[in-house]
């Protein structure tokens, strides 16, 4: 059984990537909110990949939550 097809690592994979992609925001715009924070974290990995390379262009958090807004899943 190949370990990173199952459903624990693919959601340990996009956790670790959430928090990356949390840190790089609070560095990027200020202090991202608990609902921001619970949005981000909700995000498939290929999501949170994507918000990876969009933040680069984020100067506001309003970029942020227009992105969320645009890209989120419900």
Do not use: P
């Amino acid at each position: 059984m190949d370990f990173r097809r199952t459903t624990g690592y693919s959601r340990s994979k996009r956790g670790r990537g959430a928090t990356l992609i949390l840190r790089q925001l609070n560095r990027r715009v200020g202090a991202i909110s608990d609902e921001l924070q619970r949005q981000i974290q909700a995000l498939s990995l290929e999501q949170v990949e994507a918000l990876g390379e969009a933040l680069l262009d984020f100067v506001v958090i309003a970029d942020l939550e227009t992105w969320l807004q645009a890209h989120a899943t419900s």
